[in-house]
């Protein structure tokens, strides 16, 4: 087991304890001494640290804790309103069991008061609350306790892919885990508030396109996978897949991907050849990513067997496929190119729905439709 599994499971025993028995009972003092000398354990000499709840999910730092997927107490937190957990310090016993006693009532492990009386933020080594969005799109709740502003920003890692691309271009492979930890930043970002939230990245300039179109379609492919109840890993590897989608155009020759006049026969060709390029690089690295190299070889494929590479058989694309599709198109469609203006949402979703049973799978075109109707309130333009 971990020292960050230990510190987190002796945590929610302590929780328990003080529901059980109260702030004074012996059983009480011994299991916050125990989760207290799991934290210093786990502090060590670096005692700055983090911890972020997702449904299902902990990341301690930007490091995701498999052996605790699936944990109760994780849904539990973030349905009180506790996404992020960061201790700043060394922490004393006294600020550790106030922290804890506070947790109890947040979670409803038992009654009493979260005024601002009862847990004072001030200069405490011990900060929480939920993961807010910065950059033009914050969203604030209104929180009945002091809650630490825990800002995100999207720029962090969009400078990460656009790096990624680079070390490609160079002949390197490419950085597996930092292209997962960006999309664990977007997951995290979309959780940010008691609903989702799809935090969808303006065009500045047409340069970017690839950068700023692969983080959209991950956060959508990952909404996607959400909205159908697909389940967590599937969901992580649906936004793996979208991000990773266009990694072939890292190939393509700058003048051709921002061109704005009508391609040559032989410039199409060149375009048409990334999705096979793509899927070659994702098969070739280390760890070889066999869901995003399939979806990077087939998001371009029609339901009706149009579109390219062409297969060699009539069994069309794979579903995870079929969803990245969908996103890609009405990312591409929302974005100013250099040849059209960016459409409207109503219209991109009139053209998905329009060609639904000959271009996109009907269902998932349903969904997807369905999906940014209910959600359209909550998507967050960042720049």
């Known amino acids: 087991m971990s020292d960050p599994v230990r510190f987190l499971i002796a945590m929610s025993q302590a929780l328990s304890t003080m529901g059980l028995y109260g702030d004074d009972h012996p059983a009480t003092a011994r299991a916050l001494d125990n989760a207290l000398e799991r934290l210093r354990d786990l502090q060590g000499a670096k005692p700055k640290l983090h911890f972020t709840f997702l449904t299902g999910e902990v990341l301690v730092g930007s490091e995701m804790v498999h052996e605790l997927e699936g944990w109760e107490w994780s849904a539990r937190l973030v349905k009180a309103g506790i996404e992020r957990i960061e201790f700043t310090d060394t922490v004393e016993p006294e600020q550790f069991a106030r922290f804890l006693s506070h947790l109890t009532i947040r979670l409803g492990i038992r009654s009493g008061s979260t005024s601002d009386d009862l847990w004072q933020m001030g200069e405490s080594a011990i900060k929480f609350g939920q993961v807010a969005l910065a950059e033009g799109f914050k969203k604030r709740i209104s929180a009945p306790f002091k809650m630490a502003s825990l800002t995100y920003t999207l720029r962090e890692e969009r400078d990460t892919i656009d790096w990624m691309h680079e070390e490609i271009r160079q002949g390197s492979k490419l950085p597996m885990v930092e292209a997962e930890a960006v999309v664990r930043s977007l997951s995290i970002a979309m959780h940010a508030e008691q609903a989702i939230v799809l935090p969808l990245l303006q065009l500045k300039e047409f340069d970017q396109y690839t950068t700023t179109h692969s983080m959209n379609v991950s956060v959508l492919a990952m909404a996607m996978g959400e909205f159908l109840e697909l389940g967590a890993a599937t969901i992580r590897a649906l936004g793996v897949a ?125 969904s997807f439709i369905a999906m940014m109707r209910k959600w359209d309130s909550q998507i967050a333009l960042a720049s």
């Not at 494929?301 to 990245?324: E, F, M, N, T, W």
């Open 242 to 366: 979208g991000m990773l989608h266009d990694l072939g155009k890292v190939c393509v020759p700058h003048d051709i991907l921002v061109k704005p006049g009508k391609l040559t026969d032989a410039e199409r060709l060149v375009i048409q050849d990334h999705p096979m390029v793509g899927a070659r690089m994702l098969l070739e690295n280390a760890d070889p990513m066999g869901l995003a190299a399939v979806v990077a070889y087939e998001h371009h494929i029609r339901l009706d067997g149009g579109g390219y590479p062409k297969l060699h058989d009539a069994r069309g694309a794979q579903y995870a496929s079929r969803i990245v599709h969908i996103c890609d198109v009405y990312d591409a469609l929302r974005t100013i190119r250099p040849y059209r203006d960016a459409w409207e949402s109503e219209r991109a979703m009139a053209y998905i729905h329009d060609r639904a049973g000959v271009e996109f799978d009907p269902s998932i075109a349903r």
